[in-house]
């Protein structure tokens, strides 16, 4: 089944779902009111939400930039600064590795999703699915949703190369469960910020210009090297940047160390970049909606 198929699919689908729930007669339009019920928001957001992971696991493209390469990104890494970082930090480099390459999959990633929103705006799927009887917000919901998804098995992805290599928790287990969620936190706020520029963008050129403050979080970060290996005019930027505070929780629920510090961070980064992007995301969202 194509694409464009099994877009049309999904609306008819959720067409039928909506007109079922919220119709009393065949003659009665139902009100706009109840057409944003925020009972209806929950399964139309798993409609959308499924469409968007389907597309995306059907993309070989979209599956090898997601998972193949940050599996071998991981060994990459452990055989050329494995040895030179455990020698210096006594203990496996693995254990900033592996969340760095988690992060960088999750970031990477967002760009993947911004590029597919320009090409349905420009093809004319949100304009048909604004005009469907569902949740206003259930398309931009759907659509971050899909990248936590995505976030989180990119990091069960990693995390499993990574104990091959010799990667191994020595904490609690609920602290082992939280290491796989930590990424997404900041993943999909960073995720949300790609997402606006894409909807105010004519073309791709701006979202996938993001890959060069993805490069910069990466390399500055304390996933390559220690904090104290950097120079000294440079830590604090390199401490306090979120990539770096990602990292840090996650070496802290995995190898031990402090934790509350770093995921404060980790919070405030994501809330801050959540709350600017929340207006002008909906707004252009919006806008995209109705071209055409």
Not at 10 to 23: E, F, K, L, P, T
Not at 93 to 106: E, I, K, R
Not at 111 to 128: F, H, K, Q, Y
């Amino acid at each position: 089944m194509s694409v464009a198929a099994e877009d049309q699919k999904v609306m008819r689908r959720n067409g039928s779902i909506d007109a079922h729930a919220g119709s009393t007669s065949g003659r009665h339009r139902m009100p706009k009111a109840w057409e944003n019920s925020p009972l209806r928001l929950i399964p139309q957001i798993w409609v959308l939400t499924a469409r968007i992971l389907r597309r995306w696991s059907r993309d070989p493209a979209t599956v090898v930039q997601s998972l193949v390469m940050p599996a071998g990104f991981v060994v990459a890494l452990d055989i050329v600064l494995g040895d030179g970082i455990e020698q210096v930090t006594g203990h496996s480099a693995l254990y900033g590795s592996v969340p760095l390459v988690a992060m960088v999959g999750a970031m990477t990633g967002a760009i993947i999703g911004a590029v597919g929103i320009m090409r349905e705006r420009t093809d004319g799927l949100l304009s048909r699915m604004w005009v469907l009887p569902v949740h206003r917000a259930s398309g931009v919901l759907s659509r971050l949703l899909a990248d936590g998804v995505r976030i989180v098995v990119i990091t069960l992805v990693v995390m499993c190369v990574g104990l091959m290599l010799g990667f191994r928790f020595r904490q609690s287990i609920l602290e082992s469960v939280a290491w796989v969620f930590i990424p997404a936190l900041f993943g999909v706020a960073f995720s949300a910020a790609i997402l606006t520029l894409a909807l105010y963008s004519a073309n791709t050129i701006v979202p996938q210009a993001t890959e060069i403050v993805c490069a910069i979080l990466m390399f500055f970060s304390t996933g390559f090297v220690p904090l104290d290996q950097f120079p000294h005019w440079l830590q604090p930027v390199v401490e306090h940047q979120p990539v770096s505070y990602v990292i840090e929780t996650m070496r802290g629920l995995s190898l031990g160390g402090p934790v509350a510090v770093p995921l404060a961070g980790t919070l405030l980064w994501s809330g801050g970049i959540a709350a600017v992007c929340v207006i002008p995301m909906a707004i252009g969202y919006r806008r995209a909606s109705k071209r055409g």
